[in-house]
């Protein structure tokens, strides 16, 4: 189908303005001239004798030869296609005989331990291994809380700059919203007493934790200070409530304190953030003060 089509299109309109028999080859243009030399290899791989060599001079008649009569090379074909030297090798066929090259043992060699199976991790041949050999130092103490450390001044400059509200309840959320306190809040917030001068009125907070400088200083003052238990969940509840809302889960229920903690915090912590502080009970009053 393609031949019957191209070869009376080449014949009659290419072939005439590219070549004509009163013409010298000299006259032909270079781009005449790669239309011919084209023509011409496409005649010899599809036409044969067909009508594309009759209009052709005799030096291009030669499959393998150009206008000057020099002979080049033929164009590439899809057989001539092949990868680049190194980018595939073939795949290593162990245990295959002996014509594969890595056949009968493999590569592993004649019998011994490293020919029948592998060892254990850390292996060394029997003698003590690295880690056995080498002292242990230090301890990690699985039950360690790391808090972040606030102080009183810089909670005073903040609310004086107007990003804390000292009529509501400063909770852990209300400092981090307000940059008093890092994004990466681990177990808690720890109230420290630098710049406890700064708190001439009283003002309400809840932390995990809380020092006694700092603690007698919003007393003195007229407020209060809460410490506040919570475990991870909690706290992120705390922190990113919307994170519960995105995912169309319910906020989790207060958990109480483990007994070793019972002592060192007053209450379970709220859910959501609390806006008003709770008042202390007697019993709680009394515990505080021992």
Same mark, same amino acid.
């Given at each position: ?19 004509? %028999? ?15 030399? #084209?023509? %011409?290899?496409?005649?010899? %791989? ?74 254990? #991790? ?17 301890? %990690? ?67 995990? $934790?809380?020092?006694? $400088? ?12 809460? $410490? ?41 912590? $709220? ?8 008042? #202390? ?10």
């Amino acid at each position: 189908m393609l031949r019957r089509k191209l070869s009376p299109l080449f014949s009659t309109t290419i072939c005439n303005l590219a070549l004509k %028999n009163s013409s010298p080859i000299s006259h032909i243009s270079p781009k005449q001239i790669r239309c011919v030399e #084209f023509l %011409n290899y496409y005649s010899n %791989n599809h036409f044969h004798n067909g009508v594309l060599g009759s209009g052709l001079p005799s030096q291009l008649h030669g499959r393998n030869m150009d206008f000057a009569g020099r002979s080049y090379s033929s164009l590439l074909a899809l057989n001539d296609l092949s990868d680049n030297k190194g980018s595939t090798t073939q795949k290593t066929r162990k245990g295959r005989g002996i014509g594969s090259g890595k056949g009968k043992t493999a590569g592993r060699g004649h019998k011994g331990q490293k020919a029948r199976g592998t060892m254990k #991790f850390g292996f060394e041949g029997g003698q003590t291994p690295l880690r056995r050999r080498v002292p242990k130092r230090g301890f %990690n103490n699985p039950f360690s809380l790391t808090f972040q450390p606030v102080g009183l001044g810089k909670i005073a400059k903040l609310i004086n700059a107007g990003k804390i509200d000292s009529s509501e309840l400063i909770t852990m959320k209300t400092l981090k919203d307000a940059g008093a306190v890092g994004k990466q809040i681990e177990d808690g917030v720890r109230l420290m007493g630098r710049g406890a001068e700064l708190i001439e009125w009283p003002i309400h907070l809840e932390v995990s $934790r809380v020092t006694v $400088r700092a603690k007698s200083a919003v007393e003195a003052a007229g407020g209060s200070v809460r $410490r506040v238990h919570y475990n991870k969940l909690g706290l992120r509840a705390l922190l990113k409530p919307e994170w519960f809302e995105k995912k169309r889960r319910e906020l989790p229920k207060a958990a109480r304190p483990p007994p070793k903690l019972q002592d060192k915090v007053d209450s379970i912590g $709220r859910l959501p953030a609390p806006t008003k502080p709770i008042p #202390f009970t007697s019993e709680e009053k009394e515990s505080m003060a021992c």
